[in-house]
C-alpha cells in the first residue's frame, strides 16, 4: 500500500508568490503609513498654538490619539510582513508555530504574515475566552 505524502513545506515557487504577495502588501502598507503620517501632521498643523480648552481642541486631541494608534498599527503590520519575507528566505514561511504543521495556501493568501494554522488559533481564542 501507497502512503500519501504530506508536504512540510511550501517549495520555492510557492514560496515566490507568497514573497511578492507579500512584496505588494507592504508596498500598499507603506503608502498607507505615509498618508496617516500625513494626515496627522496636517492635523498638528491645522490645531495651531491653542492656549484654550474647549469642546473641539478635544474632539481634536480624540482624533489625534486614533491616528496614532493606526499608525502604530500599520508599523506592526508592516514588521510582520517584514518576518514573513525573513521566514520565506529561511524557508520556515507557512509553518504553524504552534502544531508544526503547514498553514493552509487558502490562509496564508488571506492574511500573509500569519504564524498560526486555523487550527491553532481557534485552540488559542478558545484559551483567551
Given at each position: 500500500m501507497?502512503q500519501?505524502?504530506?508536504?512540510?513545506?511550501?517549495?520555492?515557487i510557492?514560496?515566490?508568490?507568497?514573497?511578492?504577495?507579500?512584496?505588494?502588501?507592504?508596498s500598499?502598507?507603506?503608502?498607507?503609513?505615509?498618508?496617516?503620517?500625513?494626515?496627522?501632521?496636517?492635523?498638528?498643523?491645522?490645531s495651531?498654538?491653542?492656549?484654550?480648552?474647549?469642546?473641539e481642541?478635544?474632539?481634536?486631541e480624540?482624533?489625534?490619539?486614533?491616528?496614532?494608534?493606526?499608525?502604530?498599527?500599520?508599523?506592526?503590520f508592516?514588521r510582520?510582513?517584514?518576518?514573513a519575507?525573513?521566514?520565506?528566505?529561511?524557508?520556515?514561511?507557512?509553518?504553524?508555530?504552534?502544531?508544526?504543521?503547514l498553514?493552509?495556501k487558502?490562509?496564508?493568501?488571506?492574511?500573509?504574515h500569519?504564524?498560526?494554522s486555523?487550527?491553532?488559533?481557534?485552540?488559542l481564542?478558545?484559551?483567551?475566552?
Amino acid at each position: 500500500m501507497i502512503q500519501p505524502v504530506f508536504k512540510t513545506r511550501y517549495n520555492t515557487i510557492e514560496l515566490a508568490e507568497f514573497k511578492t504577495l507579500i512584496n505588494q502588501k507592504i508596498s500598499l502598507a507603506q503608502k498607507d503609513l505615509k498618508a496617516l503620517k500625513d494626515s496627522l501632521q496636517s492635523h498638528i498643523e491645522s490645531s495651531g498654538n491653542r492656549s484654550e480648552w474647549d469642546i473641539e481642541t478635544s474632539a481634536q486631541e480624540g482624533e489625534r490619539e486614533l491616528l496614532n494608534r493606526l499608525i502604530q498599527r500599520q508599523y506592526h503590520f508592516i514588521r510582520d510582513l517584514q518576518y514573513a519575507l525573513i521566514r520565506i528566505e529561511n524557508k520556515t514561511y507557512g509553518i504553524c508555530r504552534k502544531t508544526g504543521q503547514l498553514i493552509s495556501k487558502e490562509r496564508l493568501l488571506q492574511v500573509p504574515h500569519t504564524t498560526l494554522s486555523i487550527h491553532a488559533k481557534q485552540i488559542l481564542n478558545k484559551k483567551s475566552a
